[in-house]
């Protein structure tokens, strides 16, 4: 048999060339993948914060894979450092990439980072297809076929989710960390990242500075200075790792004077830069980023003093409906550049960044319609605003402007007075002074005069006040405009009786009558009646007093004004307890309480049943005193705010007399917190007395003292002798208790200098 020779054929396709058969055919297998993981950037020698977000980072990233996680905040909040630091934590091989989103000239596009992560993954250059799509099929085919625990995936400084969607592993041999300045549009668990608070803000500082030299102890050595060189870094860790660097260059730098040096807000993002590191530059990144509208509102921001914007006050800013200034508000915050607020449609902006938005350029026609609206507010629903109203009424120009604090100071002063506001009332009037005495205007100067001194008399600034009244009074005079006179004659005569000088108060308020005579307001003549009862009183003339209040009730009841006959009815207690008729001042005090009640007053009941209880603690209807204010604090617990205030005030001396003196305390100090948040500096000085009695019934002698003295003190600041005497009275018998006689004589002789002669 012959077998036919040998051929080689190659048969079916199409060929474009002369086909060449090997002599030799090697076959060899392919190279096995050497991945190269763990590449992950230096973190922080010490990590200082955080606690909270790193236990839920680290919880999130327990799983066996498929955890997608993603940590968002303003630019220099930290973000990727907490990254790192998590990611070391975990011990899992990591893959790792800063896709500097925000940047436009090093922004990493999604190929270009699978290339990285394939190469890190074993994969030969010559491998890896040129196609996007492919890229990331190749990427998560290695990932699920790589052998041992799962890989970590770290995307940093992410963008889009258009640049992070081919990134994400999917699966669950991999778990993803992602760092951005936007909440991405992905399926992720987020971790929002907000600033430092002050403690950890100060550990940063010192933690960074003791990295670039282990014994420097400046921070430590200078608390007061560390803690405001934290608030004026708001507590950005950027800014505070800025901050700590300048100090590591000049060993000899007290932090007071770099503190010095950031307090001009006109300087201090320039100030914050220390070589690649800037504040200004993390902020920028971001701003460019935003669309022309959203901008345009950003830098809204630096035009509002106050402490936040209500959607409704940016919708009127920028001639946006509400719906379209929710949606760039919205943009905003999805950013990091503000935060919306409790309650929803409320929204700020970190004081760095405000100074940021302030660099940026301000529109006149926007800040015209932003006083506009504050200036519309007020004469409906402004108490939600009354922040904003106050910071925009004392602010400086640029961003105040001097016509609007004085409209703000006439219009919002008196209703700040309303609404016991004494605090902001007398910083607002007290702008509009400086603006209004140059200027030759005297009846807006003697308007607003009027309003500043019935503050000053609600603070118990009674000197100051008397002075404010009369110089009111003069420019009203000289304008030839006698009512107006009048009406400030009615709160001097108040002034001068609170300070014990009743003829000179029963003089002056009689002469207010005759002025407001004329008045078309017949309301007025009563109150010069009831103003004038506490002269009366005051010079011992119970009866007449009593007469007027009861005449001033009935014209203004027969002339169907309840709400003025309230106050006509109220103050005949006094002159019915000096009577001694306790009954009936407790009774004319619960009809008046029930006549607000009627009225649907009911901060005007609180304030009643509060009074009533004070007056009656002394008497025989004591027994009444903690039913009244068991009333006054139901009340007062709902409405909250100065009616709260004013019954926690009473509580104190009424747990005193009953020997609750643990109670007594509880309440002082609840008390204190209340009156300091509303400024009346009076109120202070009277809980102090009283929680200085508290504790020298508990045991702490030298606390009691320094609490009478510190009232004592108040009550000299207020130039109100009475209060000074009754304080020091406090003292005398703390002094007297604790045998020090020659500390109690010199004290005694004091009050004998204060007490004034009868007048």
Known sequence: MTWPAPRNEIGGGTFHGPVHQAGTVNVAAPRTPRPALGGLPPGAGRFVGREDESALLDAALAADGGAVVAVVGPPGVGKTELAVQAARRTGARVLFVDLAGYDPERRLAPAEALDGFLHALGLPPEDIPPALQDKSRAYRSLLADTAGPPVLVVLDNAFSAEQLAPLLPGGNRANTLITSRHTPAVDARLLELAVLDGPSAVALLDSVLRTARPEDARLARHPDAAAELARLCEGLPLALRVAAALLADTPTRPPSSLVAALRDERTRLRRLRHRELAVRAAFALSYAHLSPDAARVFRLFALNPGPDLATST???????????????????????????????????????MRLFAAEQGRDEQVQDRLHAHYLGLVGGRWEPERRNLVALAVAEPPVGRPETT???????????????????????????????RPRPDVHLEATLRLIHGGVLMDLGRY???EAELRCAADLFARAGERVSEGLVLLDLGDVLSTAGRYRESEEVLRRAGEYIAGSVEPWLSDDVAVRLSDALIGTGRHLEALELLRTAERNRRAAGDREHAVEALFRQRTPLLRLGRTREALEAGLASAELCAELGDRVGQVYVLADLAGSLRRTDQADRVPGLLQQALALALDLGGHPLMCAAVELVPTHYDAGRYAEALDAADTALALVREYGVPRDEATVRGHRAGALEQLGRPAEALAEARAAAALFEELADPPGRVWALEVQLWLLTRADRTAEAEAVEAEIAELRPPAR
């Open 314 to 352: 940016v919708a009127a800013a920028v001639e946006a409906d509400g719906p379209d200034a929710e949606e760039l508000l919205a943009e905003l915050a999805q950013a990091h550049l503000v935060e919306a607020g409790e309650p929803w449609g409320r929204w700020r902006m970190h004081d760095l």
């Open 463 to 465: 000197g100051a006040a």
């Open 406 to 436: 004085v409209a703000l100071a006439a219009l919002l002063g008196p209703r700040l007075r309303l609404r016991q506001r004494p605090g902001d009332a007398l910083a607002v009037l007290t702008a509009a002074l400086a603006v209004v």
